[in-house]
Structure formats: C-alpha cells, structure tokens
Antibody, heavy 120, light 110 residues
Framework: EVQLVQSGAEVKKPGESLKISCKGSGYSFTSYWIVWVRQMPGKGLEWMGTIYPGDSDTRYSPSFQGQVTISADKSISTAYLQWSSLKASDTAMYYC?????????????WGQGTLVTVSS | QSALTQPASVSGSPGQSITISCTGTSSDVGSYNLVSWYQQHPGKAPKLMIY???KRPSGVSNRFSGSKSGNTASLTISGLQAEDEADYHCCSYAGSSTYVFGTGTKVTVL
C-alpha cells in the first residue's frame, strides 16, 4: 500500500528555522516526483515545488523560490521542506503528494498534512 | 505565474449537473492538456478526481468528467449528491516543470 506520512504539527516563533518531512512507503521512492503544496487558513491550494528523489532534481514555483528549500534523502525514502527564517505568513497546512504514475501530474497519493503555526 | 480563476461558489440541487470553470492563459491551461481537479472536504487532504484533462483515477465515480476549451478547463459533476459538497481545486502545468492551482470553488448541494 502506497503511503506518504508527514511529520507532526509544529509551533514556531518568527525567525526560527524548521524542517518538515514526508516519508514514502509501498513504492519505489526514487521513481516518482514528490510535490509540496501549501494551504493557508481558509484559502486555496498553492503549488510550492517538486523534487525527484532519484537524482534530487528540484523545481520551485517562482513564488516560493528562495523562500523554502526542498530536499530528499532516498536512503530513508523521505522528502523535506525547510525554512531558514520563518515568518507569521508561513502559518499554513503543508501537504506532500505523489503522482498516479511516474510521469503523471495528477497527484493521487497525499500525506495527511503538517500544520505549521508561526506566532510570537 | 498567477492563480487560475475559478468561481468562488457553485450550487445545485441533488440530481442536477453543475460545471466548475477554471480559466488560465495560453501559457498554462491553453498550452497543455495537463489539468487536474481535486476535491477537498473540510479538514481533509485533497483527493484527485480528474487528471490529464479528462482521465479518472481508479475509484472515482464516472459522474465526474473533465474537459477543456481554449484557456478554460471545466469539471462537470452530474447527478449531484450530498457527498459532493466540498471545495474543488483545479491545477495546470505551467511550463518549465512548474504547476499552478486555481483559486478554488465551494460546491453547495441545496
């Protein structure tokens, strides 16, 4: 069974750093792109970026380039999303997702989401 | 790279058909047949309903269908049911291995 399991909710202060994770299981982790999606409270979905764990090829939305870093450790089938200095506006639910098949843009499998709260 | 435009809300009675539009540009929706649609119930992760314009993943009801004309993609839900009440998000490939989501539509079953 394919699963994406994300790390737990985080409460941080502005200026702090953070790294959240997404662990894949039940499939070849290195063969599928993983995407990260942000959902701010009461708002729509936003595509942040994607990584191919096989070779760590990474792409970012222009809106998130330079604001976050996406990485992966294929040895433990885990993708990461990290911030070096959080802002209150980073408060949101963050989802990771994987495609229906290796070359598909339809994201069929989703993590349960990680809620990040940034508040002083 | 601006968000695709969706109506804020669409409503219909049980058994009716409704259509949700998703308007982009010639750089995203208009250039690729790579629009996907997601259903999201409150407090839940999104669920893929349509991908690559009109394909349904395993397990998704054939009451859901996707299409495209020019820069606008559409999701049609036929035989509307109470369980269809949710938020719906479209997403399109935007070139250079990037994607853009729509603004989201709240579907209400009257």
């Amino acid at each position: 069974e394919v699963q994406l399991v994300q790390s737990g909710a985080e409460v941080k202060k502005p200026g702090e750093s953070l790294k959240i994770s997404c662990k894949g299981s039940g499939y070849s982790f290195t063969s599928y792109w993983i995407v990260w999606v942000r959902q701010m409270p009461g708002k729509g979905l936003e595509w942040m970026g994607t990584i191919y764990p096989g070779d760590s090829d990474t792409r970012y939305s222009p809106s998130f380039q330079g604001q976050v870093t996406i990485s992966a450790d294929k040895s433990i089938s885990t993708a990461y999303l990290q911030w070096s200095s959080l802002k209150a506006s980073d408060t949101a639910m963050y989802y990771c997702a994987r495609g229906v098949n290796p070359d598909s843009s339809g994201w069929y499998y989703w993590g349960q989401g990680t809620l990040v709260t940034v508040s002083s | 790279q601006s968000a695709l435009t969706q109506p804020a809300s669409v409503s219909g009675s049980p058994g009716q058909s409704i259509t949700i539009s998703c308007t982009g540009t010639s750089s995203d929706v208009g250039s690729y047949n790579l629009v996907s649609w997601y259903q999201q119930h409150p407090g839940k992760a999104p669920k893929l309903m349509i991908y690559e314009g009109s394909k349904r993943p395993s397990g998704v009801s054939n009451r859901f269908s996707g299409s495209k004309s020019g820069n606008t993609a559409s999701l049609t839900i036929s035989g509307l049911q109470a369980e269809d009440e949710a938020d719906y998000h479209c997403c399109s490939y935007a070139g250079s291995s990037t994607y853009v989501f729509g603004t989201g539509t709240k579907v209400t079953v009257l």
